[in-house]
């Protein structure tokens, strides 16, 4: 059974940094492909970022330059710079064996998500 955890998240105002992490249990977490989205109200959820097994990361462009995606042991990390009020929302982590790398933002390809964890950015 893959577990996944998400922490951290908060308030902070615009212009700020955040970070956000997912503990990750069950499986080989390395074997992985691993994500993070995000959904505001009255919105669909959108892919933010995505890692491979092998380090290969994609970003939202909405996001590049400013976040940053990784992992280490079992846990997957999420840093957030310069944050803007449109970056708010309830933060998720997901995973699935194997992604093919054009489709590693798209929330139908993972299979196991994790609770969220909210982000307000305030202007």
């Known amino acids: 059974q893959v577990q996944l955890v998400e922490s951290g998240g908060g308030s902070v105002q615009s212009g700020g940094s955040l970070s956000v992490s997912c503990a990750a249990s069950?499986?080989?977490?390395?074997?992985?492909?691993m994500g993070w989205f995000r959904q505001a109200p009255g919105k669909e959820r959108e892919g933010v970022a995505s890692?491979?097994?092998?380090?290969t990361t994609r970003y939202a462009d909405s996001v590049k330059g400013r976040f940053t995606i990784s992992r280490a042991k079992n846990t997957l990390y999420l840093r957030m710079n310069s944050l803007k009020p449109e970056d708010t929302g309830m933060y998720y982590c997901a995973a699935n064996r194997w992604i093919s790398i054009g489709r590693r933002l798209a929330p139908n390809q993972y299979n196991f998500w994790g609770q969220g964890t909210q982000v307000t950015v305030s202007s």
């Open positions: 069950g499986y080989t977490y390395i074997t992985y492909c």
């Open positions: 890692i491979g097994s092998n380090g």
